[in-house]
């Protein structure tokens, strides 16, 4: 069983930046991809960005350039950074472990 906390989300005008944080502990969490997605209201859920444990990544079109996803193996946490937010990031952020499990997510509001 692999837990997710997630942390970071809030209200931020366009332009803005947040990070968000997600850390992953329990058996077995160590050593998987991991990525955060995103869902607006009455949309489908997007990956946003995925990161491999040695730190290669892969971002959406949409978020390319904007946000930058890393990683602290040691503390088995992944950090998105998002700069230059729009109104159109504004989702719920969800945190995902690759052994399948999804964090509880968190709310990203960029007010235009």
């Known amino acids: 069983q692999v837990q997710l906390v997630e942390s970071g989300g809030g209200l931020v005008q366009a332009g803005g930046s947040l990070r968000l944080s997600c850390t992953a502990s329990?058996?077995?969490?160590?050593?998987?991809?991991m990525g955060w997605y995103r869902q607006a209201p009455g949309k489908q859920r997007d990956l946003v960005a995925r990161?491999?444990?040695?730190?290669?990544?892969n971002y959406a079109d949409f978020v390319k350039g904007r946000f930058t996803l890393s990683r602290d193996n040691v503390k088995n946490t992944v950090y998105l950074q998002m700069n230059s937010l729009k109104h159109e990031d504004t989702a719920v952020y969800y945190c995902?472990?690759?052994?399948?499990?999804w964090g509880q997510g968190t709310q990203v509001t960029v007010s235009s």
């Open positions: 995902y472990h690759y052994r399948s499990y």
């Open positions: 329990g058996s077995g969490s160590s050593n998987y991809d």
């Open positions: 990161i491999t444990p040695g730190g290669a990544t």
